[in-house]
Structure formats: structure tokens, C-alpha cells
């Protein structure tokens, strides 16, 4: 299977992480032409956004969850979805609020990121809607090395890389605490981490965006 993606994309990370969990062999690229935007990338993936899932027929599949859900269809084991329909509810209502309620803050205040043109009203509001999210997060998760259930599953694949996004969002506003105001979400980091396929991912992906960002 072909990756199209970069490695400081946290939407990226989010498949890279259900590839390794799973233990699915891949191969990472960039866009074909070096852009999304490129006409042999847009003839491969129309919506122009990466990662793209290349399998090996040909068939290109889009959008880090619906590659997710994919992998967890055509390789079924090791499952990324808890054995109980509860603790299945608990992972899609872990990756709904951080779809819903982080992510598209943290991306707004990305746009905010030079200080000459920042408006601070923005900054604010959305600041508050970031911790209002991480806020729901925490609600139905576990303090634990793993999100939901004690496996690794899909809510981890989700959740993590986010985390690595609200992390960069804290520097660029200097707030280098405030994944740490929420006791819950940074402890399961703290231990998730110390898990060898999610510390790596962690590690490289934070450090492509470092790097990425200046």
C-alpha cells in the first residue's frame, strides 16, 4: 500500500498510526507533481487534501477516517473497535467531539499564528472553544494508556494526533500548559506514549511540525 501523505500532517499521523497498529506494511510519499494541487495528485484524490490510501489495484481511498474504517473492514484483526457495543459507543463519541469540537478550532487558530495580523477577539473565542472540546473529550475517555477499553482502537488513531495539535497551538499562543489543564487527557498522553507505535508517532510527527512551522 502507498501513503500519500507528509509527515506533519496530524491527519496523516491519524492513518500512519492504524497502519502500524494493525501492522500493515505501507510505503509514505508525497503528492505526486509536489502538490495536492498538482494535476496527477487531483487525478488520484479529486478533493485535493491528503492522505490518500493507495491500494495495491489501484484503488485510491480519501479522508484519514473513512481509511481508518477501511482497514478496519479489510484487515480485521487486530481490531481497532472495543468487543462491546458500550465501549463502542465511547470511541465514536470520543472521535465525534474531537472531530466536532477541537479540531476545527485548533485549524482556526492556526490561521491566526502571525502576531502582526492576529485579532485577538478571534483568538479568544476560539481558544475557548478549543478547551470547551478537550473539555468534552475528557468525559469519555480513560486515564489510562489507551483511550477507551484498555486496547489500542480507533479513538486513539483520532485522539492523539489531535493532542499534537492542540500541543502546537499552545506554543504559538504561549500557553505551553494547556493541554495540562486537563488532568485526564494529559495523563493518558503521558502513558499512551510510552506505547512503541504511538510514541513514535507522537515523536515524529511533532517534530515535522516544529519543523514545518518555523
Not at 499534537?164 to 494529559?186: N, Q, Y
Amino acid at each position: 500500500m502507498k501513503l500519500y501523505a507528509v509527515t506533519h500532517s496530524p491527519f496523516a499521523a491519524r492513518v500512519s498510526l492504524a497502519l502500524r497498529l494493525k501492522g500493515v506494511p505501507y510505503e509514505q510519499a508525497p503528492p505526486p507533481g509536489g502538490s495536492t494541487r498538482s494535476p496527477e495528485y487531483l487525478a488520484i484524490n479529486p478533493i485535493g487534501k491528503l492522505p490518500v490510501l493507495v491500494l495495491p489495484d489501484g484503488t485510491a481511498i480519501a479522508e484519514s477516517e473513512t481509511i481508518i474504517d477501511y482497514l478496519e473492514d479489510s484487515v480485521p484483526q487486530p481490531s481497532l473497535l472495543p468487543a462491546g457495543a458500550q465501549e463502542r459507543v465511547r470511541v465514536r463519541n470520543a472521535v465525534r467531539t474531537a472531530e466536532s469540537y477541537v479540531v476545527p478550532a485548533a485549524l482556526r487558530l492556526f490561521r491566526q499564528m502571525k502576531p502582526e495580523t492576529r485579532d485577538a477577539g478571534v483568538v479568544a473565542a476560539e481558544l475557548a472553544q478549543l478547551r470547551n472540546g478537550l473539555t468534552l473529550v475528557e468525559h469519555f475517555i480513560d486515564d489510562a494508556a489507551f483511550a477507551v477499553g484498555g486496547k489500542a482502537s480507533k479513538a486513539d488513531c483520532i485522539l492523539l494526533p489531535t493532542v499534537i495539535l492542540c500541543t502546537l497551538v499552545g506554543r504559538i499562543f504561549d500557553l505551553p500548559e494547556l493541554v495540562a489543564e486537563f488532568p485526564r487527557l494529559s495523563s493518558y498522553v503521558a502513558k499512551a506514549r510510552t506505547n512503541p507505535d504511538m510514541g513514535s508517532i507522537w515523536d515524529e510527527t511533532e517534530a515535522a511540525l516544529r519543523a514545518f512551522l518555523g
